[in-house]
């Protein structure tokens, strides 16, 4: 009789269920069904979108190495075209590569203004590698180093003397010599020596800093050669005016020209009567 009983109560149990899920199918089938469509429809389009994304990767990778083949033997004019094309179209990481080697070619041809411009596109696009951004401000700001105000160099590279930035040597060496050009040689000399003393500085970089500092050392000793000198001529100066006074005073007739015998026009005649 038991067992009758539980097995009414599980047939129960199952009709409400049932009841209970065509109840709710009924007040929220059409919204299930669109979540449902909504989702394949998703998954599809992110499957299309990354099909062309890839089509567009390697079409892009086809015309850049096309390009750089056309460079290296010696079709500049076709090459830039090509660059031109590819860094327009926005491609991830192609159009950055594109971009810096525009500004290659122009500094080859010594054309230094419209490099910087191919260099500043890549250093201010959000799009390019982190690495790629920081290699173009680098370029940049060196190509006008000779010209270039202190206080902009160390402001456009102030977050590139982080350790943490694989450039930071190369910063450090910009800001040197941006501080030498300005006779701040106390910075120039605190970036040369964190150079020198970085054991992740290319040899190149490293000697160029010591060279630089010898330079600044020997400025400051002639500076400092300098000072004793000028301050003995004063004082010697100072002397032999004050012993000429002296002997003014002492004599009137010393206002007369030694040359000439003609007394200075500061000393009037006087009359015998």
Same mark, same amino acid.
């Given at each position: 009789?038991?067992?009758?009983?539980? $097995?009414?109560?599980?047939?129960?149990? +199952?009709?409400?269920? &049932? =009841?209970? #899920?065509?109840?709710?199918?009924?007040?929220? /089938?059409?919204?299930?069904?669109?979540?449902?469509?909504? #989702?394949?429809?998703?998954?599809?389009?992110?499957?299309?979108?990354?099909?062309?994304?890839?089509?567009?990767?390697?079409?892009? /990778?086809?015309?850049?190495?096309?390009? @750089?083949?056309?460079?290296?033997?010696?079709?500049? !004019? +076709?090459?830039?075209?090509?660059? +031109? $094309?590819?860094?327009?179209?926005?491609?991830?990481?192609?159009?950055?590569?594109?971009?810096?080697?525009?500004?290659?070619?122009?500094?080859?041809?010594?054309?230094?203004?419209? %490099?910087?411009?191919?260099?500043?596109?890549?250093?201010?696009?959000?799009?390019?590698? @982190?690495?790629?951004?920081?290699?173009?401000?680098?370029?940049?700001?060196?190509?006008?180093?000779?010209? %270039?105000?202190? @206080?902009?160099?160390?402001? &456009?590279?102030?977050?590139? #003397?982080?350790?943490?930035?694989?450039?930071?040597?190369?910063?450090? +060496?910009?800001?040197?010599?941006?501080?030498?050009?300005?006779?701040?040689?106390?910075?120039?000399? =605190?970036?040369?020596?964190?150079?020198?003393?970085?054991?992740?500085?290319? =040899?190149?970089?490293?000697? &160029? *800093?010591?060279?630089?500092?010898?330079?600044?050392?020997?400025? =400051?000793? &002639?500076?400092?050669?300098?000072?004793?000198?000028?301050?003995?001529?004063?004082?010697?100066?100072?002397?032999? %005016? *004050?012993?000429?006074?002296? !002997?003014?005073?002492? !004599?009137?007739?010393?206002?007369?020209?030694?040359?000439? $015998? *003609?007394?200075?026009?500061? @000393?009037? !005649?006087?009359?015998?009567?």
């Amino acid at each position: 009789m038991v067992d009758q009983n539980d $097995g009414l109560m599980r047939e129960v149990e +199952e009709e409400l269920r &049932r =009841e209970r #899920l065509a109840n709710l199918w009924q007040q929220y /089938g059409t919204y299930a069904l669109a979540a449902a469509a909504l #989702l394949v429809i998703s998954v599809a389009g992110v499957k299309v979108w990354q099909s062309k994304r890839i089509a567009a990767a390697q079409s892009a /990778g086809a015309q850049y190495e096309t390009a @750089t083949t056309a460079l290296t033997n010696g079709k500049v !004019d +076709e090459a830039l075209k090509a660059f +031109e $094309g590819i860094s327009s179209s926005g491609q991830d990481g192609y159009a950055a590569l594109a971009a810096l080697q525009i500004a290659g070619a122009h500094l080859k041809q010594g054309k230094a203004a419209e %490099a910087k411009a191919a260099f500043d596109k890549v250093a201010a696009d959000p799009k390019a590698d @982190t690495l790629l951004r920081e290699f173009a401000t680098l370029q940049s700001v060196a190509i006008n180093i000779g010209d %270039a105000d202190f @206080t902009d160099v160390q402001n &456009r590279l102030n977050a590139l #003397l982080a350790q943490s930035s694989p450039w930071h040597p190369n910063a450090r +060496e910009l800001v040197a010599l941006a501080a030498f050009r300005a006779k701040n040689y106390d910075v120039a000399r =605190e970036n040369l020596r964190a150079i020198v003393a970085d054991p992740s500085a290319a =040899e190149g970089i490293i000697q &160029r *800093a010591n060279t630089l500092l010898a330079s600044i050392a020997a400025i =400051e000793v &002639r500076m400092k050669a300098s000072k004793p000198s000028d301050a003995s001529s004063d004082a010697a100066g100072g002397a032999a %005016a *004050a012993g000429q006074a002296k !002997d003014q005073k002492s !004599d009137p007739a010393s206002d007369t020209d030694t040359k000439t $015998g *003609a007394k200075s026009a500061a @000393t009037p !005649d006087v009359k015998k009567e």
